[in-house]
């Protein structure tokens, strides 16, 4: 009677356990498409990040090159009131402006041109970010078609085995059908579990003398006193 039972359980654990690893195969088909969604979104994140500072780095840019236009201007209005004055020492103290504004100007020419270079390194950047995002969405939407069929063909599947499935567990006595399923969610799956050599292969522990002695004789449902499975022997040949 237990023993029917018990063969009962594993052949349903069996087909649970088909349907389990079904359910991870699609789970870990749209784990892995999510994964690969979330480096593209970041690296979108990235180019769009860059992209605000290469606005500010081009807004000083131009700040500078507005004052060297104005400087420019000053300089050659200097050293049109150059040829016109009248004393040595507004001359000297107009020559020593227009070395000064000469030197700043240059300065900021050099920073004008240094904006540019990091400017276009921006560019540069965002561009290959923006292209890489692009091929890898491709790519990621031709696997997504392929996850969707996996997962289509892995669903059919589950269906068959659901049907032989309602027909084993119709076969179980209620009460151990209840108790199965606790066990199956709580216990990775395997509710059900054989004992070798007086070791529960569940969790590994040893099941006292006197219960491992009932389990042999096997007239009696037994649960592991450890991981709480049910227990059912199984010699050491069979391993
Ligand atoms: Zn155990």
Known sequence: ?????LGKLLELQDIDLRIRRLDEEIAKGYGD????QAVIDA???????LAERLE??????????????EETIRFKDRQVKLMNVQTNREYQ???????????????????????????????????LLNTTSDEEE??????????????KELDKQK????K????????????????YEQLRDRRNGMAIVGVTNGVCQGCYMNIPAQQYNEVLRGDQLHSCPTCQRMMYNKPEEEE
Do not use: C, F, H
């Open 138 to 151: 491709k790519l990621l939407l031709a696997e997504k078609a392929k996850v969707a069929a996996l997962a």
């Open 1 to 5: 009677m237990v023993k029917k039972e």
């Open 43 to 49: 690296r979108r994140e990235e180019a769009v990040d």
């Open 164 to 179: 032989a499935r309602s027909e084993k567990a119709d076969k179980v006595s209620p009460a151990i059908y209840k108790r």
């Open 93 to 127: 103290s107009l020559l020593k402006e227009i070395e000064g504004t000469k030197a700043a100007n240059k300065q900021r020419e050099e920073e004008i041109l240094r904006y540019t270079e990091i400017g276009e390194a921006m560019v540069a950047k965002i561009e």
């Open 56 to 69: 500010v780095v081009e807004k000083e840019k131009k700040d500078v090159e507005q004052e060297l236009e």
């Open 159 to 162: 269906k068959e085995i659901d």
């Open 33 to 36: 498409l999510d994964q690969r």
